[in-house]
């Protein structure tokens, strides 16, 4: 069965980097997604991986895969005020990409 | 530019009254989802639809049915709510062979409503 794990809460203080850890089960999934919620609205996509891919970088983040533990990690660099909402790690489900599961989201608190 | 469109925002329901969660995306996606939001819980997915006449349960389909009659349109319906159901709903769409508005070019990137919080009482 699909089920990926990450902590409900972090707090960062403005300006350092945050990092959000992910677990997840699925081997066979093709691609890992990192989505963000603001308050009141839905989620967007925020970054990917693809499941070959041990890191990827984009701009004030960076992705870390790593298979054989099966983990998926999230940084933001200089955290900002705008960057506190919640993120959700999701895996997609074997060979259909388009079916994904998700964490519990980790809701991000940045502090001044 | 719409994208998914999701009525009502808000609901308040009695235990046995029926509604349904209307949703509509303008980005011809073939595919389309329903989940739920528990706090602390993720999102659970209730059913998804592959393209129009094409419908099917995810992980928590009872108490819940789905029709998709068109590429655009996929309502959920409530048909006696109960207070298990009090959640936040939310529809999304996906896969465009074409690319569609995604601009990470991930045709696998779900785009998803604004969300409906409904509460059963």
């Known amino acids: 069965g699909e089920d990926v794990e990450q902590s409900l809460f972090l707090s960062v203080r403005e300006g350092d980097s945050s990092v959000i850890n992910c677990t997840y089960t699925?081997?066979?999934?093709?691609?890992l997604y990192w989505y963000k919620q603001e308050p009141g609205a839905g989620l967007q996509l925020l970054t990917y991986?693809?499941?070959?891919?041990d890191m990827k970088q984009d701009q004030r983040l960076t992705v870390l895969l790593n298979k054989k533990d099966k983990h998926l990690s999230l940084r933001i660099a200089d955290t900002q005020t705008g960057d506190s909402a919640i993120y959700f790690c999701?895996?997609?489900?074997?060979?259909?990409?388009?079916?994904?599961?998700f964490g519990a989201g980790t809701t991000v608190t940045v502090r001044a | 530019n719409a994208g998914v469109t999701q009525t009502p925002k808000f609901r308040i329901l009695k235990i046995g009254q029926s509604m349904t969660l209307q949703c509509t995306q303008d980005m011809n996606h073939n595919y389309m989802y329903w989940y739920r939001q528990d706090p602390g819980m993720g999102l659970k997915l209730i059913y998804y639809?592959?393209?129009?006449?094409?419908?099917d349960k995810g992980e928590v389909p009872n108490g819940y049915n789905v029709s998709r009659s068109t590429t655009e349109d996929f309502p959920l319906r409530l048909e006696l709510a109960a207070p298990s159901q009090t959640s936040v709903y939310f529809c999304?769409?996906?896969?465009?062979?074409?690319?569609?508005?995604?601009?990470?070019?991930?045709?696998?990137?779900?785009?998803f409503g604004q969300g409906t919080r409904l509460t059963v009482v």
């Open positions: 999701a895996e997609s489900i074997g060979s259909n990409d388009y079916k994904l599961s």
């Open positions: 639809s592959v393209g129009a006449g094409i419908t």
């Open positions: 991986i693809f499941s070959n891919m």
């Open positions: 999304a769409s996906s896969y465009s062979v074409a690319g569609g508005r995604s601009l990470s070019k991930l045709n696998t990137e779900a785009f």
């Open positions: 699925d081997s066979s999934s093709t691609y």
